[in-house]
């Protein structure tokens, strides 16, 4: 079955830095776009970034554009989520997604596979 594992997650300091990774297994990893998205207590799930299959066609909601970058290495199957200067309201859990096609969407249905999700808190 298609599994999806995040790591990286923790604790960090305003202004700091945390690198999610997302490993794949059970389909053609390079043939889908991914995305992540976040959860904080008591919000909906929001739409963070996504990619396209090849790496070459990215999305961010507005909120991250110039601190966090969405990067893929189809030859390990991953999915990466750099984060810099985070800032407090970033702190929730953040999950990472497998597109059914390889449409670079913002919608949480555009996505067919969900990992377990894993927590990023960030300090004042």
């Known amino acids: 079955q298609v599994q999806l594992v995040e790591s990286g997650g923790g604790l960090v300091q305003a202004g700091g830095s945390l690198r999610l990774s997302c490993a794949t297994s059970g389909r053609t990893f390079s043939s889908y776009a991914m995305g992540w998205f976040r959860q904080a207590p008591g919000k909906e799930r929001e739409f963070v970034a996504a990619i396209d299959r090849s790496g070459g066609i990215t999305r961010y909601r507005d909120s991250v554009k110039g601190r966090f970058t969405i990067s893929r290495d189809n030859a390990r199957n991953t999915v990466y989520l750099q984060m810099n200067s985070l800032k407090p309201e970033d702190t929730a859990a953040y999950y990472c997604?497998?597109?059914?096609?390889?449409?670079?969407?913002?919608?949480?249905?555009?996505?067919?596979?969900w990992g377990q999700g894993i927590q990023v808190t960030v300090s004042s």
């Open positions: 997604a497998g597109g059914l096609g390889n449409l670079v969407s913002t919608w949480h249905a555009s996505y067919a596979y």
